[in-house]
């Protein structure tokens, strides 16, 4: 069967499988779920992941898998977008849990509360704190950018994983002016084979 | 060299560490950093992990290793803590996913400003929505654990990245008298070989 994802197309964990999967030049079918009519939360959505959430990827009839990153790694695994040293796939991991745990928690739900909900009165002192963190996180990036080209070794699925909300945090409430190192690399992963923007 | 861990002896996080060391019988060296004191914030902290959190792991002389799960992944690769399958691989990941996104920041959280802190009044507002949260992560256990005996196959690091702070989550103000399933769990895990307590 073609690969099957559960997506709401906006959302940036969403965007990262429909990156790889372009790259890697495999055909994907997708399902769209808007989680603001709780779409996620209906009984048939949870009987596929009970975690409520998107992205959900079918594997094969009936295999569900969850959590962006989860997919990343079971797809690239055996390809050029997953380094093959131990300690090398290990970054690979230690980025994707700085992604999930000190970024997409502040990146991606500033940009929710913006653009996606329209709800940016409502957040206004949430808004700071998360705008707050979300620059220490884009800090750790912009330190680790400034003397390496990609997040580990070559271009592999930690860039993706953290590509996905950095390159779109404007619509969150960042700037990145002050990030030099993260813009020429947004630039580079924009120049890899097979690139598909957010929209596409 | 013996591996380090730079770890605040407390921490779950941490604390799942030295438990999949224990099991498999690995020597650790162990440094204490007071969080709480802004010891992960210095110049030479920052200097081994620009993210300025513990655990920090260090594999070789110079080579660190940080994020919790990244570095259960890697000391359990080639044993019988991580399956070799690759669907299965990728279920640990997705709970990985799950403990560092929905679990960790409600039930972690909760219980450092209770516990670690002792700072239960200055956060009451915000402990009301880190208690709805971490039930319903809670939830989402228990209901696989009603069908499973582990989260993937058998005893697993996934197992371990779930345990360090579900089985200490009365110290942040949850309880688990509504969880059967969980605290059947937790019994099975503490009766692995090589199992060691958070305060060992």
């Known amino acids: 069967m073609t ?3 559960y997506q709401m197309a906006d959302s940036g964990n ?9 790259q890697l030049a495999l055909p994907l079918e997708t399902v769209e779920i808007d989680i603001t009519r709780g779409e ?21 009839p009936g295999q569900y898998l969850a959590e962006s990153n989860a997919i990343l790694w079971y797809l690239a695994r055996q390809t ?15 980025w994707f849990g700085f992604e999930q745990y000190s970024h997409e928690p502040n990146i991606a739900t500033a940009r929710y509360w913006i653009k ?9 002192q949430e808004l700071i704190s998360k705008h ?17 080209d ?17 390159h779109v945090c404007h619509e969150g409430g960042f700037t990145l002016s002050g990030y030099p190192a993260i813009r020429q690399w947004i630039e580079r992963v924009r120049d890899q084979p097979g690139f598909i923007d957010i929209n596409a």
């Open 3 to 5: 690969y099957r994802l």
């Open 14 to 22: 969403c965007y990262k499988i429909r990156l790889l999967m372009s």
């Open 40 to 60: 996620s939360r209906t009984k048939e959505f949870l009987a596929i992941n009970p975690n409520g959430k998107v992205p959900t990827f079918e594997i094969a």
């Open 80 to 94: 050029n977008y997953l380094p093959t040293d131990a300690y090398a796939q290990a970054l690979v991991m230690q």
């Open 116 to 124: 996606i909900i329209n709800a940016a009165n409502d957040y206004e």
């Open 132 to 148: 707050a963190a979300g620059y220490k996180a884009l800090d750790v990036m912009e330190r680790h950018l400034g003397l390496n």
């Open 150 to 166: 990609f997040f580990v070794n070559d271009y592999s699925v930690a860039d993706i994983a953290l590509f996905a909300y950095t």
